[in-house]
């Protein structure tokens, strides 16, 4: 099992910052992807950006530019730097780990946390 435990987020203003964090701990595998989901109401969950465990990354189109993911090997750490923000950017932001093992992935979840950008 792997326990995800999130920090940051909260409320910002149209062109502000907050950062987001997520440390693993548990079962980890030396080889795994860690990143960032959200949801927004009414909306399915997306990818935002995420990050290998040899440091490569992916953005969505909707945060290149504006997003930063990085993540900390020694201290299981993945942090978001959400700079520019957009109130299109408000929604839940869920951290994901996952891993696959003999061909299946297994994800887990953190519990989430509330991004809100106002105009």
């Known amino acids: 099992q792997v326990q995800l435990v999130e920090s940051g987020g909260g409320l910002a203003q149209a062109g502000g910052s907050l950062k987001l964090s997520c440390v693993a701990s548990g079962s980890l595998d030396p080889i795994n992807t860690m990143g960032w989901y959200r949801q927004a109401p009414g909306s399915e969950r997306e990818l935002v950006a995420s990050?290998?465990?040899?440091?490569?990354?992916t953005y969505s189109d909707s945060v290149k530019g504006r997003f930063t993911i990085s993540r900390d090997l020694a201290t299981h750490t993945v942090n978001l730097q959400m700079n520019g923000l957009k109130p299109e950017d408000t929604a839940v932001y869920s951290c994901?780990?996952?891993?696959?093992?003999?061909?299946?992935?297994?994800?887990?979840w953190g519990q989430g946390t509330q991004v809100t950008v106002s105009s």
């Open positions: 990050i290998t465990s040899g440091l490569t990354p």
């Open positions: 994901n780990y996952n891993t696959i093992i003999m061909r299946s992935r297994y994800d887990y």
